[in-house]
Structures are given as structure tokens and as C-alpha cells.
């Protein structure tokens, strides 16, 4: 199975900052990645897949970029509602693998 | 609009069985894939497997084949997650989710998650 290491696991950041959270494969998956978050208590909502495309409906201050193995989601500008936790998940082979999680904190 | 409805939550005793629906009321039920997530303090997002309603076609997670069965009623747009004999480390949120496209495997649409408690 690919292994993927997401860093930090948690970040504390205030309203206006921007965040930056790194996902690395254990091996290459060209730009088979996905990012997604999770509010407590809720599902996980797809913000990011194909390693940067930006799903519907997502604002535009959310990015991501990568290949191979090393991949990034940024937040240009975090908003209250940004404070979640953030997983990237590999699409290239299955069985498609998550990483552990990140979690944004308030500051 | 696109929704998956899942069943309720769940409070079984080990050795006991279980199956858990996630019904589609957008009408796109046989065009898509369906699959199955995992959510554990412990173990984080896991993915099981998936199946396609339209000729219930399923790959598994080596990690769950064996271990539940996933299969999908077209004719009433609901896919299940099964298990005949419930362990305690069976206890989780089990969310439904349907693939994006033929082409990305990224799951766009999440059910609401279904909580399963194995408990004796």
C-alpha cells in the first residue's frame, strides 16, 4: 500500500494567515492526490483533487499543488469556518490511502 | 442535487451481524461508483472498497476483503456495507461516499456516516 505522511498534524494560525500543509507518498503517484476536510462531527468535504484542481463550490482561497511525491495544500487566507482538520488521500493505486490528518487550530 | 443517506446508528455485541445502506436520491445511482470509509481515533480514514451499482462490480482493500461485503440494490438506489460477525474492532463512523468520475477516484459526495458501537 503507499504510505502517506502528512506535516505538521497540527497548526495553530489566526484569521488571515496563511497555512500551508505538506503531504508526501511513500512512492510516486504523479498527480493522483486529493485533499479534503472535516469538520467535527461531519463528513469530510473534497476541496482539492487531482492535486490542484479545485472542486465546485470550494472558494478559491484554497490551492494545492504537487506531483510525484511531495504535494502542498495552502490556505491563502484562513476564515473562521477553515479551522478543521485536513487529509490528503492518494487516488493513483489501489487500496487509495489517506494520510493521518492535519489539524488547523485557532491561535 | 446529488444525496446519500445513510442508515442509523448502531449498537451490536460481538458475534452478532449488521448491515448498514446508503441510499442515493440524485437519480445518478448506476453512473457512479460507491464507496466505503472507515474514520477510527485510532486508525484515522480508511478506505474498504467500492462498487459500482450498475453490474455491482467490487474491488476491496486488502484490509477489509473478507471481512464485510459491499454490494448495491439499483433497483431501490442503495448500496450496503456488511458484516456476519461484528468485532469490537469493528467499532466506527462508516461513511458512504460516491467517486467523482470514471477517471479520479476522489469521492465528491460524502454521506453523513453511520456510527457502529460493538460492544459486549
Known amino acids: 500500500d503507499i504510505q502517506m505522511t502528512q506535516s505538521p498534524s497540527s497548526v495553530s494560525a489566526s484569521v488571515g494567515d496563511r497555512v500551508t500543509i505538506t503531504c508526501r507518498a511513500s512512492?510516486?503517484?504523479?498527480?493522483?492526490l486529493a485533499w479534503y476536510q472535516q469538520q467535527p462531527g461531519k463528513a469530510p468535504k473534497l476541496l482539492i483533487y487531482?492535486?490542484?484542481s479545485l472542486q465546485s463550490g470550494v472558494p478559491s482561497r484554497f490551492s494545492g499543488s504537487g506531483s510525484g511525491t511531495d504535494f502542498t495544500l495552502s490556505i491563502s487566507s484562513l476564515q473562521p469556518e477553515d479551522f478543521a482538520t485536513y487529509y490528503c488521500q492518494q487516488t493513483d493505486s489501489f487500496p487509495l490511502t489517506f494520510g493521518g490528518g492535519t489539524r488547523v487550530e485557532i491561535k | 442535487e446529488v444525496q446519500l443517506v445513510q442508515s442509523g446508528a448502531e449498537v451490536k455485541k460481538p458475534g452478532e451481524s449488521l448491515k448498514i445502506s446508503c441510499k442515493d436520491f440524485?437519480?445518478?445511482?448506476?453512473?457512479?461508483?460507491i464507496g466505503w470509509v472507515r474514520q477510527t481515533p485510532g486508525k484515522g480514514l480508511e478506505w474498504m472498497g467500492i462498487i459500482y451499482p450498475g453490474d455491482s462490480e467490487t474491488t476491496y482493500s486488502p484490509s477489509f476483503q473478507g471481512q464485510v461485503t459491499i454490494s448495491a440494490d439499483k433497483s431501490i438506489n442503495t448500496a450496503y456495507l456488511q458484516w456476519r460477525s461484528l468485532k469490537a474492532s469493528d467499532t466506527a463512523i462508516y461513511y458512504c461516499?460516491?467517486?467523482?468520475?470514471?477517471?479520479?477516484?476522489?469521492?465528491?459526495?460524502w454521506g453523513q456516516g453511520t456510527k457502529v458501537t460493538v460492544s459486549s
Open positions: 487531482a492535486a490542484s
Open positions: 461516499a460516491r467517486v467523482r468520475s470514471s477517471s479520479e477516484d476522489a469521492f465528491d459526495i
Open positions: 440524485g437519480h445518478t445511482f448506476t453512473s457512479f461508483w
Open positions: 512512492q510516486g503517484i504523479g498527480s493522483w
